[in-house]
């Protein structure tokens, strides 16, 4: 992950850096964990393991388990039989078997292989000892007691699932050390009331370096060259491409950057968040009074596979009824699988390019507007550092390849779903169409 490119990017030095942090809010920075840390208040705090999105309730299927990779970790997330999420490592203790194909009985998950059965023992907040009762066994009891799976703490906050990744599952919830509150990754930190919007939701799948989309999200300015002629707002396309004015400031619990117009008048054209270790916020304004919120959460899938739950939030068009009649959810998915396709080869191509080493001081110059990617390499190299989350479950070429294999499920990786998406749209047209022409013929 750390490679020698991200290496050399990091040395690159771009200018006006001291005035960036002058205006800094130092009221969201918890004095305590501040003091403890002895880090200055504009110093994001370091760490790629923590809290992470790993999707969302859309994502689970009744009574199945969903499978996830993360850092290469196979991972199995379910609700038990108090209708609590669980997050576990996807290997059966019993023959190390996967719960892939497996079901969800009862709150109890049920291994495909040999039908092992395991179940809390009724403590919703500390699933600490996890038993199998369905293998026969002249000395079961004693086998039972012995058995346990690995897991990680789950939460489920506004819709999005959450798991706290340290890289090393516990038979014992109690024995996490928590070292950040959730509450810090949460969108209500940062002037963004949830329940005050609608939103739609993707995800999507991606065949390159995680750290390199969370790069690329960053990178406002792009969206005027590469998805102008997609995006559908007058302000965004190659033909109003403008310069402006760019206000950093950084905190303990994010970076942020508010784009603004040379012309007063106009006001702030957009801002942007980094939460680390993998959450962007993208606000049309400021956030107390923006109409429109775009959150980005990034899941490290595995070597050279990632994922990214994609939400837009609205303060428009929150009325069910009229948002089916003019198919809003088709056309945003039409727009989302479409700009997120132009930016797949850019991706591609340049996590190729930093494997190979190509990426270094030599070969590319940063410019001003780059301050925010900048800064954000920044604190990746330092944290990637101190974390070495890829080491902690690193692979080989020998490593079998089944979980990279079917873990790619959503676009622009696999359009499967695109292609849904546009017979759905061309079917609501059709029936839209053809509804006023049977109207006319009854009457007639």
């Not at 130092?26 to 760490?47: A, D, F, I, V």
């Not at 750290?211 to 002629?229: K, S």
């Not at 050279?304 to 003019?326: A, C, D, G, P, W």
């Amino acid at each position: 992950m750390d490679d020698k490119g991200i290496a050399k990017l990091n040395d690159l030095k771009v200018g006006n850096e001291t005035s960036l942090d002058s205006n800094i809010n130092k009221s969201n920075t918890p004095e305590k964990l501040e003091n403890k840390s002895k880090e200055p208040p504009n110093q994001l705090r370091k760490g790629l393991l923590g809290w992470y999105v790993v999707g969302t309730i859309k994502n689970l299927e009744k009574n199945k388990p969903y499978s996830i990779t993360f850092y290469n970790e196979p991972l199995i997330i379910y609700r038990d039989k108090e209708n609590n999420l669980r997050c576990i490592k996807d290997l059966c203790p019993h023959r190390g078997a996967s719960f892939i194909g497996g079901e969800v009985k009862g709150g109890e998950l049920v291994c495909p292989y040999h039908g092992a059965k395991f179940s809390s023992d009724g403590k919703c907040t500390n699933l600490s000892r996890i038993t199998c009762n369905h293998i026969v066994d002249s000395n079961y009891d004693n086998y039972a007691s012995k058995i346990h799976l690995y897991q990680y703490i789950c939460r489920e906050i506004g819709d999005y699932i959450y798991i706290y990744y340290t890289g090393k599952a516990k038979t014992n919830l109690s024995d996490f050390d928590v070292k950040e509150p959730i509450e810090n990754s949460q969108p209500d930190s940062y002037g963004f009331k949830i329940n005050e919007y609608a939103y739609e939701e993707v995800l999507v799948d991606f065949k390159c370096d995680w750290a390199r989309i969370i790069e690329n999200h960053l990178d406002i300015l792009h969206l005027f060259w590469v998805h102008g002629e997609t995006i559908p707002d007058n302000q965004v396309n190659r033909k109003v491409i403008t310069s402006f004015n760019q206000e950093i400031t950084k905190e303990r619990n994010q970076i942020e950057s508010v784009y603004k117009y040379k012309d007063k008048d106009k006001g702030e054209f957009i801002r942007i968040k980094f939460i680390p270790p993998g959450r962007i916020l993208i606000y049309k304004g400021n956030p107390n009074e923006s109409r429109y919120i775009q959150v980005l959460d990034h899941i490290p899938l595995s070597n050279n596979q990632s994922r990214v739950v994609v939400r837009h939030y609205r303060k428009f068009m929150k009325n069910r009824f009229i948002t089916e009649l003019l198919m809003f959810r088709n056309l945003q998915h039409r727009v989302f699988y479409k700009v997120f396709s132009e930016d797949y080869m850019i991706l591609r191509t340049q996590t190729y390019n930093n494997q190979m080493g190509f990426i270094e001081k030599d070969n590319i110059k940063l410019l001003g507007e780059d301050k925010m990617v900048q800064y954000y390499w920044d604190w990746f190299k330092s944290s990637d550092s101190e974390d070495k989350p890829w080491d902690i479950h690193a692979t080989s070429s020998k490593t079998n390849t089944v979980y990279q294999d079917i873990s790619m499920r959503y676009p622009p990786e696999n359009m499967k779903l695109v292609k849904q998406n546009s017979r759905s749209l061309a079917i609501n047209i059709a029936m839209r169409l053809l509804f006023p022409i049977a109207f006319l013929l009854i009457i007639l």
